[in-house]
């Protein structure tokens, strides 16, 4: 038999479900209105004002009044509280890093940021270290985790590879290490394809996509599969490397070790060689210069058909693997494609098994562009403070 107090807890943990789904879905339709919500959530209009009375005192969402529409009652539209929790989002980019600050809303305010990266790690994360030191000194406890989004290789909380700088197994605790003593936030961390992916599948071209299939193309290839707005990280978060599967010339070794790697072959690097080109220092400026010319030379129309189709194969063999709903890209495998769409389109065809072909998934250009990473962060960050338990402990 349940005691009284159990089941006071047990009501308050299932309106803290309910808060948590009314502020999952304040994030995923902004500006929806509470009658909208309440349907929405299955709950009466009673229950929906009760609800808000109690997250607008915890300082979680808000309300004011919908602009009047027709003859209906009137409403309003929910919100993040203006008080309410915050993440830090931290974005380590091949060439600089982006330090930020989101609430609910999950519009990320930048706050820090260098266009370019120090030659040793250590300055590199002590520099983003005092950015994120600083918003907590002014927000304090309304700051409630930190995310990270890296341009490199991940493992538990180490950045295994960081190819633009050569940088090997860099400790990524470093950017908390100038928070006071007694602070200790939640850091979560992930690759920067990965939380791309996460956002074109949560507020993208993928929104509602169910199973999705991300690929962007940098210094070589990342990706991520995202089932039901959820990434596939694996178990020490190092899932997604689409780039080192062996898709490339089996003879050619890859800078991470492995042979055969399918990244090789269809970013700036591969460009270059294909055009008889030294290897550039920016890969991707190289590219987007090579991309932007009105009128290329054979030789270098040539090298987009060449990299254009070693993308459209690999996507069909992901495609093969995954089965997803629709693929998603990102970077420079936008403009590469667009470049030479012929290619691209018959080495995806070649490569898909044959009852694919008349009904092929589609393959659609992301939205987010540069900025997906640090999205897909705040997403996952906003993500890790509004579940039933990081709640209660805020309330
Ligand atoms: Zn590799």
New binding site residues.
Partial sequence: MATSSSTSQSSATARLFTAARLIDLVRAQPGITRAAAAQELGISSGAATDLLARLRVAELLDESPAPAQGRGRPTTVLHAHARGPLVIVAELLATGWRVACVGLDGEPQIEAQSPRLRQRPVRVLDDMAVAISEIHAREGRRVRAVSVSVAGTISDDRLVQFSPKGWLDVDLSRLTAQLPDDVHLPVVLGNDATLAGLAEARTGVARDGGTVLHLIVAV?VGGALIVDGVPATGEHGGAG?Y??IPFGDPARQ?????YG?W??TVDGLALAELCGDPAPRNPITYAHKLIAKTAPTLREQAAFDSVAASLGRGVAALVNLHDPALVTLGGLAIPLRARSSESFDAAYQNGLMAYRRPSPTPVLDGIHGDDGPLRGAAIRGIDHITTAEALAEWV
């Avoid at 890859?254 to 492995?258: I, S």
């Fill in positions: 070589g490397e780039g080192h890859c800078p991470c070790g492995a790697c990244g090789l």
